[in-house]
């Protein structure tokens, strides 16, 4: 999968997740600081990507990830192109 479309999903999923607009989101938005994703949504956000992707994600691995363009990197490693 092409990095565009997932950074296309990552956003989109973000939006939805955390009830804001797509195109408040930055790639270099981080989840917490910037976009308000508390622990909890930090996990909630793990859990809708891996429906978004269709994957299992070690979810200790996944939290690791603090930034839209981090999540965008992390997705493109575990997709095939």
């Known amino acids: 999968m092409k990095k565009e479309e997932i950074a296309e999903r990552v956003i989109r999923v973000t939006a939805r997740e955390l009830?804001?607009?797509?195109?408040?989101?930055?790639?270099?938005?981080h989840f917490a600081h910037d976009l308000g994703a508390?622990?909890?949504k930090a996990i909630e956000l793990v859990a809708a990507?891996?429906?978004e992707f269709e994957l299992d994600l070690e979810e200790e691995e996944a939290?690791?990830?603090?930034?839209?363009d981090g999540a965008v990197d992390y997705f493109a490693e575990l997709l095939p192109e």
């Open 19 to 29: 009830k804001m607009s797509e195109d408040r989101i930055q790639p270099e938005h």
């Open 38 to 40: 508390d622990s909890l």
């Open 49 to 51: 990507f891996e429906e």
């Open 63 to 68: 939290l690791k990830v603090k930034t839209v």
